[in-house]
């Protein structure tokens, strides 16, 4: 899925991972096909995004999109506790006075349920402002080992797209509980991983909690999107890294649809009957999608020198999106991260979809 994790390299292409220089949008993993040739995708670009933040949604407590708002109080882990990893295994965590979670959404998830004051290092895709403090422990998205375990910690969160397994089995083999959790790639992911993390850390009842808040928030933001009597507009994700020349167009895996859905909108690359995550940017792709607006990572827009930029890659300005200049601009760190802070990303999409509605 999943920050917002943006395409990674060939070895897992993954997501929003997502700026994962934020996320690597765990869901933004991009395949390394015979068209795409050997792409090394590096998320760290991500992490530095630079979009103006939207407003936050309309709901009670919403933080601004750089902050994590974490649940009142600090709670205090019930442990041991032995939990399932995604890898197969069954991990017993004894401690989580000393966390890293490898992936920004994972530390999204940490700080929200309240115990940030724990985490003691950080992935190149967590960028929220809590964790600034935090020392870097991977580099372009490959975890180092030796980073991670000269910090002494006392468990380790991943999930499927962390890499290098090398790193991985390292980091076990030095006795460290390491448990890997699946990626999430659509909102009915969001309440699953919010439980395993907390189950993982020894505070379900913190959980629980967030997992309602985070429903609540995001059934706010869906009662406020605009109800017509139109045909819900297609909206086409596009993979941008200008310096790198990767053009992605989003399909049915990318991570994307489940956001562009909830938003009141209809996914361009499903509907165009693309299969996967990601298929190169060709115009006869896009005049296929004919896509009435387009939803890219800030960084990713940046990248390609803002709107008039994108107008400028093949076949984009010929589309309805690209005839209305109807560009949907969300940070590249939250917009696949798919955990306490999709309320937002959601308001943000939905805001700039439904800007002419009445």
Do not use: W
């Amino acid at each position: 899925m999943s920050s917002p994790r943006s395409p990674r390299s060939p070895r897992s292409p993954r997501s929003p991972r997502s700026p994962r220089c934020p996320r690597r949008p765990r869901s933004l993993r991009v395949r390394a096909g015979a068209a795409l040739g050997v792409l090394a995708l590096l998320l760290g670009a991500s992490a530095c995004a630079t979009g103006a933040p939207a407003a936050a949604p309309a709901t009670a407590g919403a933080a601004s999109p750089d902050r994590i708002e974490a649940l009142p109080g600090t709670p205090t882990p019930r442990l041991p506790v032995t939990v399932p990893s995604a890898d197969g295994r069954q991990v017993t965590v004894s401690s989580a006075e000393r966390i890293i979670p490898l992936t920004g959404s994972l530390a999204e998830l940490v700080f929200s349920l309240g115990l940030g004051a724990n985490a003691v290092a950080r992935d190149v895709s967590t960028t929220f402002e809590q964790a600034a403090r935090l020392p870097v422990i991977t580099q372009a998205h490959e975890v180092s080992a030796e980073g991670v375990l000269s910090l002494r910690p006392t468990v380790v969160l991943a999930d499927r797209s962390t890499g290098p397994a090398e790193a991985v089995e390292q980091i076990r083999a030095a006795g460290v509980p390491l448990i890997v959790l699946d990626d999430a790639k659509k909102l009915d992911d969001i309440g699953a991983r919010i439980d395993r993390v907390a189950a993982a850390l020894g505070v379900p009842e913190a959980g629980a909690e967030l997992k309602s808040r985070t429903a609540q928030q995001i059934s706010e933001v869906q009662a406020q999107i605009p109800v017509t009597g139109a045909a819900r507009p297609k909206v086409a994700f596009l993979y941008l890294r200008g310096s790198a020349s990767v053009f992605l167009l989003g399909g049915p895996d990318s991570g994307a649809p489940s956001l562009i859905e909830a938003a009141g909108g209809e996914d361009a690359g499903t509907a165009a009957h693309l299969t996967g995550d990601f298929t190169p940017l060709t115009s006869e792709a896009l005049v296929k999608a004919a896509p009435d607006a387009i939803l890219v990572m800030s960084k990713g827009l940046d990248s390609v020198g803002g709107i008039d930029g994108l107008l400028a890659l093949p076949g984009v300005a010929q589309t309805p999106a690209g005839l209305d200049r109807r560009i949907i601009s969300v940070d590249d760190g939250r917009l696949l991260s798919y955990g306490p802070r999709t309320p937002q990303v959601l308001h943000e999409i939905a805001t700039q979809l439904h800007r002419d509605a009445k």
